[in-house]
């Protein structure tokens, strides 16, 4: 769950809370390829690449 100082800094904007866990599966299903997510303490990043034309 994000904290209250995360939704303060989104406060009037589009905020989507993602769970970092289920990212890769959601990425692949829509078609996304090499998806990796790295996880820090509070944090992550995540890669992913569009399928050769």
């Known amino acids: 769950m994000a904290s209250a100082v995360f939704r303060l800094l989104h406060l009037r904007d589009t905020m989507v809370v993602v ?3 289920r990212l890769p599966d959601r990425l692949a299903a829509v078609g996304f390829e090499q998806v990796t997510v790295d ?13 050769a034309a």
């Open 19 to 21: 769970d970092p866990d």
């Open 39 to 51: 996880r820090e303490a509070g944090s992550f990043r995540f890669r992913a690449k569009r399928p």
